[in-house]
Structures are given as structure tokens and as C-alpha cells.
């Protein structure tokens, strides 16, 4: 009679399986649905590529650059070297990454729409009298609580 033990090692070769499954997900899910940014992120990271460093995070790739900007595309997040713990920013970087797999093609309308709208004067004098952050944005509000639930946290 044969034996229903699970042999040694089979829990680890699952956790891998799942691990490349979710990898190839990600993958697909960011060249059909998250196509459009996907795209822009990757020309936007070649014209970078002579002054960077890249690095592989959870399905996206980390652009560390040395200009004074940081934002996501698609697959991509630019990190810009200059801030005080650039790794520590990754962390929302991967919250916006997460929205770009959520919203898909709106993606660039959702997140460039309410970080627009925040920099209009009025908008901004109402803010500024309620002392409300600039990362107090619906787009960044939920990349950061993405970031806390799925990745990691910015410090």
C-alpha cells in the first residue's frame, strides 16, 4: 500500500509554483490591461537607462535615477536618487503599481486627475488653511494603504 505522506521539499516546490504563477499573472495582466502605461513607463525607462540602476520588486521593475522626480508607469516606478531613503519611497511606488493593475486603462486619468486637481490655486489655499498633506490625495491614500497591506511600508 502506498503512502498519502507528502514527501520532503513538496510545500517549498508549491510555495515556488505559486510564487511563478502570480509572476506570470502580473506579467500578463501589466502588457494586456495596464498595456498603455506598461508602455510609456518602458520608453520613459530607456531614455533613462544611461544615468540609472534598475532593480526587480514584486513584479515591477524600480527605475533609481538621478533628476529630482519620482512617479510610476505601468510596470515601472522612477525613484529618484536624490531623496534622503529612495528604497523607503519603493514601497509607495508599489502601491501605485498595485492601482495600475486595479484601474487598468483609467489609470493615468484616475491618479493624474486627482493629483491635478490638488494643484489648482483655490484648491490649494483650502488646503493649505486645513493643513492637509500633499500626500492626503485619493490616489495616494489608497497606494499607501495598498503599500501597507501588499508591499512594504514607507518609513
Same mark, same amino acid.
Given at each position: 500500500m502506498k503512502s498519502l505522506a507528502v514527501p520532503n521539499g513538496s510545500g517549498e516546490n508549491m510555495?515556488?509554483?505559486?510564487?511563478?504563477?502570480i509572476g506570470i499573472g502580473l506579467f500578463l495582466l501589466s502588457i494586456t490591461w495596464c498595456a498603455l502605461q506598461t508602455v510609456i513607463g518602458?520608453?520613459?525607462?530607456?531614455? /533613462? $537607462?544611461?544615468?540609472?540602476?534598475?532593480q526587480r520588486y514584486r513584479g515591477m521593475v524600480v527605475v533609481y535615477h538621478p533628476y529630482s522626480f519620482t512617479f510610476s508607469l505601468g510596470t515601472f516606478a522612477f525613484v529618484s536618487?536624490?531623496?534622503?531613503h529612495p528604497r523607503t519611497i519603493r514601497g509607495r511606488m508599489y502601491g501605485h503599481y498595485l492601482?495600475? /493593475? $486595479?484601474?487598468g486603462p483609467i489609470f493615468l486619468f484616475v491618479v493624474s486627475l486627482s493629483e491635478l486637481f490638488v494643484r489648482i490655486p483655490s484648491i490649494r489655499r483650502y488646503?493649505?488653511?486645513?493643513?492637509?498633506s500633499p500626500t492626503d490625495v485619493f490616489?495616494?491614500?489608497?497606494a499607501l494603504?495598498?503599500?501597507e497591506?501588499?508591499?512594504e511600508r514607507e518609513i
Open positions: 510555495e515556488k509554483a505559486k510564487k511563478c504563477l518602458a520608453l520613459f525607462a530607456l531614455g /533613462l $537607462l544611461p544615468t540609472s540602476r534598475t536618487n536624490r531623496v534622503a492601482q495600475s /493593475l $486595479l484601474y488646503r493649505a488653511e486645513r493643513d492637509l490616489a495616494d491614500r489608497q494603504r495598498f503599500a497591506r501588499f508591499g
